[in-house]
């Protein structure tokens, strides 16, 4: 069967075009034939605008997928919600409700977990999957669930959850991943990918027998990653065969050039309202 896919940024950190916005945050229609699925919601500040302004109608959305429960993915879900005027599956890991803070350099912590709770977004039309194993959305499209760590990718160390009270490095249990089939291959599209980009792929690997994919898109958390790791991560990445590498959002200016400058394959630019079909 022939899978064309339209992959189209709603919402993120970059944004070079007039008349959209950018905001800190990550939100990506994927269109396939089996259906249309919304991968996070952005913060909820840019959305209302950008979807607007790409003519983008969330009715017709069959579902939305949030990767894991920082408010710049999950955020915008109640306006997406509104928007969609209709019941809509959601999907997320158990976790995705847990209070989670942010250190910043001056020590002050500040939120950054989901500003609504479960049974506001569920008064919005939201009806929740919770799931920590592998779930296929729609024919295509799949998520992961808990993500297997082997390899430690976790180098910020400054979002925290709260466990008996006390504050604990974030482990990001509820991080996921989508999978995308194409006709050129798989694809994957990040949230932040906290459980670390090079984990992903392997557990993409073990949970679908593919070794090689054809794209990687989406946040891939290499902010503070230094010129080891992101050597490393680009290796695997390469030995992984993928074609085009559309990283942005969390991913930094600094991880990003690297990769512009060092993929072999082709990097683009995925900003607000960037659109592709695979
Ligand atoms: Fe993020
Ligand atoms: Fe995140």
């Known amino acids: 069967m022939v899978l064309t896919v339209k992959l189209t940024n709603l919402v993120d950190d970059y944004c070079f075009k007039m008349g959209l916005l950018g905001e800190h945050g990550l939100s990506m229609l994927l269109e396939t034939p089996g259906g249309k699925v919304l991968i996070d919601t952005g913060s909820g500040f840019a959305m209302d605008f950008n979807i607007g302004a790409l003519g983008v109608d969330l009715s ?10 920082h408010s710049d993915h ?19 890991h158990p976790e995705v409700f847990q209070e989670r803070v942010k250190k910043n350099d001056a020590g002050d912590l500040f939120q950054t977990g989901s500003p609504f709770t479960r049974e506001e977004l569920e008064s919005a039309g939201a009806e929740f999957i919770f799931h920590t194993e592998p779930v296929e959305v729609v024919p295509g499209i799949m998520l992961t669930g808990y993500i297997e760590r082997g390899f430690d990718e976790i180098k910020t160390r400054s979002h925290f959850v709260y466990k008996d009270g006390d504050l604990c490095p ?14 050129k291959g798989l694809c994957i599209v990040f949230g932040c990918a906290h459980s670390g980009v090079i984990n992903t792929m392997n557990y993409v690997e073990k949970i679908t027998g593919e070794k090689y994919f054809y794209g990687i898109f989406g946040g891939t958390h290499l902010l503070q990653a230094g010129e080891e790791q992101l050597k490393h991560t680009l290796a695997e990445i390469e030995r992984r065969q993928v074609k085009v590498l559309g990283v942005t959002h969390c991913t930094g200016i600094n991880a990003k050039s ?11 630019q995925i900003v607000s309202g960037s659109c592709m079909e695979i």
């Open 74 to 92: 999950i955020g915008g879900l109640k306006l997406v919600l509104e928007k969609a005027r209709k019941l809509m599956p959601v999907y997320a």
């Open 60 to 69: 017709q959305v069959d579902a939305v997928a949030i990767t894991h429960g």
């Open 258 to 268: 690297f990769f512009d400058r060092n993929f072999t394959g082709e990097s683009c």
């Open 170 to 183: 974030d482990p990001f249990v509820d991080d996921q991943a989508a999978v995308v089939e194409t006709e």
